[in-house]
């Protein structure tokens, strides 16, 4: 009987500390993309070290996943994305890049990588910036389709408070860019 006890505590034990992923406790290399148990996104943030060389450390940032937790991006999606794990923070300033963005829209990121473009989606929102739109517009110039949405009101939509719980998903919108 007390055998089956300690059993019993042990895989209590287990349970509690087993599978939940706490940003802190990622190494570098998996943190930038990933999404901790409590469905909040890990960010890699550098810090001075003891004997001044430069250092990375994974935190806890106060952005939420839509709808994702328990996360590391695959490398097959940051590689489709061309996205860097081992960039420090996340900026919209990506989105300007014409080659970021052709990749970003590609079929094999945005229709396979739904944590990394609900990311960018959400920080196209934050800039006014409807992503399926600025997708669609790509082809000519990312820096100039930006700045002609946010310009045109053809980001009207998107800019305002809107939560990202509100908003569209990313997948249900097609963004394929147009056929050259």
Known sequence: MAKMLAFLV???????????????ELLAGDCSFSVASSGYRCLLET????????????????VLANRMDEYIES???VSACGVDKSSAGISSDALLETR?????????????????????????????????????????????????LLSSGAAAAASGPISSAS???????????PPM
Do not use: W
């Open 75 to 77: 490398d097959e999606c």
């Open 10 to 24: 042990f895989l209590l034990f287990l349970q509690g500390t087993h599978g939940e992923l706490v940003c802190e």
């Open 47 to 62: 810090f001075e070290s003891a004997d001044g060389d430069v250092a990375y450390q994974c935190k806890t940032s106060r």
């Open 167 to 177: 908003a569209p998903s990313p997948s249900s919108v097609d963004c394929a860019p």
């Open 100 to 148: 970021f963005t052709t990749q970003l829209c590609s079929p094999q990121c945005y229709q396979n990588c739904p944590n990394i473009v609900d990311l960018y989606y959400n920080l196209a929102l934050a800039e006014g910036v409807f992503l399926p739109d600025l997708c669609k517009a790509q082809p000519l110039n990312a820096r100039r389709s930006m700045f002609q």
